[in-house]
């Protein structure tokens, strides 16, 4: 599930009808969840953020903290905690416990989870139906490594004699989920991140160790000699408190290759005293600092990331995509507690110094920002800040090139043998079953021909038709009292023959692919007129083509500057876009530059025209 990088089309925070929503569809999935443990993953006064990647995927996070839920499909059917999730609520999921710390290197490496590396209690088999959420647990310590959904139910898996996948891992410790809030402090937990061992096996205490001592009230982990862990001075556990916490880490040897390190979990709880990862910093600043730092982001994120070609943008995307990124680091940045108390607020408040023009969209009740005067004073004065290009940026650069790689469509027609051509196809050894091009079908044809020496010794641009070939291309097609042909021009031949066989598409977008039968149908755009002289566009056959009809909308949306809606086709399958406004010639040029598609499958109707 987050095995690559898949960028996000829009993100922005949740309204508190979303939010209302989506609590209950967690407290509904995840029954074990009390309404304590809701509102320590989902905090009453903290803003819920959602992302909506390009494979669907929505990921909802704690703005400015950590993902806690990703919902598969985008429409609320397959919600999954985080690892983070399972961390500050450990017993929010049922869990397979691993036999030993064997496996749990290929669990953390993606694998998904089969029923020999399961630990059956004594008791027996958990009681389980298919398509369950459940997560993976090592021996010696309660913190969950992954979680995904059961492929199986248990009274089928007793039949099977435990024996296949168990567990379809959808995210795990150390993917790139976890990897997008790598650097922060572990949330709330009673288990964390601590070290990096040498050995997979140790990703699992055994039961009986020694080789820690919790007694005192320090702990330091170091590696000896023999590559094992060694912890020197001591810990008082039960004085610890769950939100005090700090990821420990240990010197690595030079002379080590990566392939032999390996992420570890362990169930040490260690004070934060760091304090620049404390969430509070900002208590300590005062409203006009807050607004100073306000600005000194917007400025920063002017001059670095909104490109006046990306313009107009709603609001809520300028502040989560552009300024919150610009912020200093180990800062946290609230509207909330600056003078403005309101994002739309602050907005009208630089549209009145000159710096920004904005516009009240009023069916989203949204600030639009619809350009930015770089001639202005606060702007031309501003310096903004060189900030180095660290190893961790590097994903974001390949994240783009896949972005761009994602929008590449090709578009191919392929044919199955039917009844009619099988013999031709049996004849020369080819398989019937196989999806075949125009030119491989021609080659099969030609080779048969060659084979059977079909061609006409005194002309040869004709072909000699014989009892099969002729039955291949004519046979239901002549009608009765017609004589068959005898012979075919070989310009003739190859269309006539590849018409005989099922048509079928294949469509591909970067690393996604689809094969249909029968041909590929067009994109429909359709422009009509509306109550007060209104247009609207509508756009719909979208799915053929790889494209997913939420995250264009957003897309369109933020380019035409207009309101968009999805909605389903009404007795068909598939969905449909409503753009406000007359926009069918530039969509259709927006279809062709940017997602490729070729303009012999769009088929624009436009019925304002006269």
């Known amino acids: 599930m987050f095995k690559k990088v898949v960028e996000a089309k829009t993100q922005q925070r949740l309204s508190g009808a979303d939010r209302k929503k989506l609590r209950r569809n967690i407290k509904d999935k995840f029954p074990r969840a009390s309404d304590s443990d809701l509102d320590a993953l989902l905090p009453p006064k903290a803003e819920i953020t959602v992302a909506k990647l390009q494979n669907r995927v929505h990921v909802y996070s704690v703005e400015g903290g950590y993902p806690m839920f990703f919902d598969v499909d985008g429409r609320g059917s397959e919600i999954f905690p985080s690892v983070y999730a399972l961390w500050t609520i450990p017993e929010l999921l049922p869990a397979f416990m691993l036999k030993g710390g064997e496996v749990s290197p290929f669990i953390i490496g993606g694998a998904d989870l089969m029923f020999p590396g399961i630990k059956v209690p004594p008791e027996g088999l958990p009681s389980f139906v298919a398509g369950e959420p459940w997560a993976v647990k090592v021996p010696g310590n309660p913190a969950p490594i992954a979680v995904g959904s059961t492929t199986m139910s248990s009274t089928e898996a007793l039949k099977a004699g435990l024996r296949g996948k168990a567990l379809r891992i959808t995210h795990y410790y150390r993917d790139l989920l976890w990897e997008s809030v790598e650097g922060h402090p572990v949330p709330n937990a009673g288990f964390y991140e601590d070290a990096v061992f040498e050995d997979p096996s140790l990703l699992s205490l055994p039961e009986n160790s020694d080789s820690t001592e919790i007694v005192g009230e320090t702990s330091i982990v170091q590696p000896n000699n023999t590559g094992s862990i060694e912890v020197d001075g001591s810990l008082d556990v039960n004085e610890l408190q769950a939100d005090s916490i700090r990821a420990l880490t240990i010197p690595n040897d030079e002379n080590d290759t990566a392939s032999a390190i390996t992420a570890g979990v362990a169930d040490l709880k260690i004070p934060d005293s760091s304090p620049a990862n404390d969430p509070n910093d900002q208590h300590s600043l ?43 680091p180990g800062t946290t940045l609230d509207i909330k507690k600056s003078s403005y108390k309101k994002l739309s607020k602050w907005l009208h408040a630089k549209s009145s110094s000159g710096l920004l023009s904005v516009k009240e969209d009023k069916y989203k009740k949204e600030v639009m920002l619809l350009s930015v005067n770089r001639k202005h004073a606060d702007y031309a004065s ?16 390949h994240s783009a090139n896949e972005v761009r790689s994602s929008k ?11 009844v009619h051509v099988n013999p031709i196809f049996s004849s020369v050894g080819a398989d019937t079953g196989k999806l075949y091009s125009a030119s491989e079908a021609h080659d099969i044809v030609f080779e048969y021909i060659e084979k059977q020496n079909l061609v006409k010794p005194t002309n040869k641009s004709i072909v000699v038709l014989d009892a099969i070939l002729c039955d291949a291309l004519f046979k239901g097609v002549i009608k009765k009292g017609t004589t068959y ?35 590929l149908k067009p994109i429909q755009l359709l422009t ?20 997913d009809a939420d995250a264009l909308a957003s897309e369109l949306q933020k380019k035409f500057a ?28 927006h279809l062709i530059e940017q997602y490729g598609v070729p303009k012999r499958y769009i088929e624009v109707l436009d019925k304002t025209r006269k």
């Open 485 to 519: 042909p005898t012979e075919i021009h070989k310009k003739d031949l190859g269309t006539a023959f590849v018409s005989r066989m099922q048509p079928h598409h294949v469509v591909t977008r970067g690393n996604e692919s689809m094969v249909r039968k029968g041909g």
């Open 382 to 397: 501003f310096k903004p800040e060189r900030r180095p290009v660290e190893k961790s940026e590097q994903p974001s650069v």
């Open 286 to 328: 005062s409203t006009a600092d807050i607004d100073l730092l306000l600005d000194k982001c917007l400025l920063q994120a002017l001059h670095t990331t909104v490109k006046d070609k990306e313009l107009p943008i709603p609001g809520s995307t300028l502040w989560s995509n552009h300024v919150l990124p610009c912020r200093p």
């Open 528 to 547: 009509e007129r509306r109550q007060g002289n209104k247009k609207v566009t509508k756009l719909s056959g979208i799915e053929s083509f790889l494209m």
């Open 562 to 589: 207009c309101s968009t809606t999805v909605g389903e086709l009404p007795g068909k399958k598939g969905h449909e876009v409503l753009i406000q406004g007359g926009v069918i010639d530039d969509l259709a040029k």
């Open 408 to 418: 590449t469509l090709e578009v191919a027609e392929i044919y199955k043998p039917s």
